[in-house]
């Protein structure tokens, strides 16, 4: 028997000023989009905003619905459009925020999201950048969505 390890890297910014610009802009993006976040049910409202390789930038909230499972996360409401419209433009940036946590971290996304960010990231070959923002407290930066994910899911497990 083998004991393995994986690390897990990310960077905690405790300033948004030490972030680059345009990571705060992003931020701020989620937080503004998070405020227009349909979320009745679990009246917590969750942003995220993408940036593409082009420079431009779109946002997403949480999409709830009283059949709950039919709701959608923040990520994968912008995901989703990013990818349906611009399908062959690289994302480069995605941040996360919510609103109303009461968890002293960022919110981190759920299984669901982590495995939609992975698939992206691959099929662009190029890494997406993941920032999770507390309002009034820190910010983690990932360098790369699989280290969300460590052993995901993907292709080769179905290659013949
Ligand atoms: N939620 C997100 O939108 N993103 C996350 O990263 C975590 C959870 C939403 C789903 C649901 O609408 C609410 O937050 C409570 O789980």
Redesign the pocket.
């Known amino acids: 028997m083998n004991k393995k390890n994986i690390l897990l890297e990310y960077s905690e910014y405790t300033a948004l000023q030490e972030l680059v610009e345009s990571d705060v802009q992003l931020i701020h993006k989620a937080i503004d989009i998070a405020k227009k976040?349909y979320?009745p049910?679990?009246k917590?409202?969750?942003g995220?905003a993408v940036l593409l390789d082009n420079g431009e930038v779109f946002a997403g909230?949480?999409?709830?619905n009283i059949a709950y499972p039919s709701?959608?996360?923040?990520?994968?409401?912008v995901l989703n459009y990013v990818h349906a419209n611009f399908p062959t433009h690289k994302i480069k940036v995605i941040a996360?925020t919510?609103l109303a946590s009461s968890s002293s971290i960022p919110?981190?996304?759920?299984g669901f999201?982590r495995q939609v960010i992975v698939e992206m990231e691959q099929n662009q070959a190029e890494p997406i950048k993941v920032i999770l923002h507390k309002i009034g407290g820190s910010t983690y930066v990932f360098e790369s969505a699989l280290s969300l994910l460590p052993l995901a899911f993907e292709e080769v497990y179905l290659k013949k």
């Open positions: 976040s979320s049910y679990s917590f409202p969750v995220a909230n949480n999409q709830e709701g959608t996360c923040a990520e994968r409401t996360i919510a919110v981190t996304p759920c999201c």
